[in-house]
Every structure is written in C-alpha cells, then in structure tokens.
C-alpha cells in the first residue's frame, strides 16, 4: 500500500494523492463523503425524481378539472404581437 494513490476532487481541482500520507480526520472524512455518493445521494436522487412525477401527476389532475374556457397569459419577455387589430384594441383597453 505504499505507493497506492487516490484522486480526490478538492476545490475544483483533481489532485492525487499518496494514501498513506493521509491523516486518520482525512481517511475518516473521504469514508463518510463515500458513503454519501454510494448510498444516500442515490436515495435523495430518487425521492426527487417521485416527488417531481408526484407534481406532474397533480398537474395532469389539475387540468382536466378546469374548465376548457380559458385564456393563454404570456410573459413581457415572450410576448406575441398580434396583427388583428381588433385583438390588439382589446390589450389596449385591458
């Protein structure tokens, strides 16, 4: 095990270091931030993917009880100019 390395990502850096220059608080640390990649960012990955098919479910739920009467609203940034000019009165009076 003496000259074995490990590449660790540290401040935006992958750096390579010579394990057994590790300290026991340096080995102790890569253990636990092992143990979050291995096992509980995969659990918190999935709870976030349900969660967020949970949402678009109630959305989907959501639509069909609305009624199908109804009017687009669009942002500043995304507007459409329109060239009836009967519409275009009617934004102007709203």
């Known amino acids: ?16 270091y010579k394990i057994d220059s590790l300290s026991e608080a340096a080995n102790q640390k890569i ?3 092992q143990f979050y990649n291995q096992s509980i960012a995969p659990i918190f ?17 959501l639509s069909s009880l609305l009624p199908k009467d109804y009017v687009v609203v669009q942002n500043e940034e995304n507007k459409v100019k329109s060239d009836n000019k009967e519409e275009t009165s009617n934004e102007e009076t709203s």
């Not at 003496?2 to 750096?15: H, Y």
């Not at 990955?45 to 739920?61: F, I, N, P, T, W």
Request: net charge negative.
């Open 1 to 16: 095990m003496a000259n074995e390395t490990i590449k660790l990502t540290t401040d935006g850096e992958v750096r390579e």
């Open 45 to 61: 990955s999935e709870v976030m993917r349900l969660a967020q098919l949970g949402s678009k479910v109630d959305q989907g739920d």
């Open 31 to 33: 253990a636990q931030i």
